[in-house]
């Protein structure tokens, strides 16, 4: 699963990585998280960041917001017991 969200990364970012000279697919996997090697250090941090979130969370957001709504009363309201 990890791979295939680099490969998101690497096709979001694909001419930026290229025009660096550096190597797609190259990541490395820590303790703490990640470490994406392919992206030049003068890349922008927001727009790294931004995409990212949107291709590591996207799916992780949509099961979380279905749970939420299929859980939910007639009202909409989640019971107590539910919370």
Same mark, same amino acid.
Request: aromatic share 14%; hydrophobic share 35%; glycine share 4%.
């Given at each position: 699963?990890?791979?295939?969200?680099?490969?998101?990364? *690497?096709? $979001?970012? +694909?001419?930026?990585?290229? *025009?660096? *000279?550096? =190597?797609?697919?190259? $990541?490395?996997?820590?303790?703490?998280?990640?470490? $994406?090697?392919?992206?030049?250090? =003068?890349?922008?941090? $927001?727009?790294?960041?931004? /995409?990212?979130?949107?291709?590591?969370?996207?799916?992780?957001?949509?099961?979380? +917001? =279905?749970? !939420? /709504?299929?859980? @939910? @009363?007639?009202?909409?309201? !989640?019971?107590? @017991?539910?919370?």
């Amino acid at each position: 699963m990890i791979k295939t969200q680099f490969m998101k990364m *690497d096709k $979001y970012f +694909h001419w930026t990585i290229k *025009d660096a *000279d550096r =190597n797609l697919g190259e $990541y490395e996997l820590k303790q703490h998280g990640f470490e $994406y090697r392919s992206l030049p250090c =003068n890349v922008d941090v $927001y727009e790294v960041l931004k /995409k990212g979130f949107e291709i590591l969370f996207k799916k992780t957001l949509a099961t979380f +917001h =279905n749970s !939420l /709504k299929s859980s @939910n @009363n007639d009202d909409g309201l !989640l019971s107590m @017991n539910q919370l």
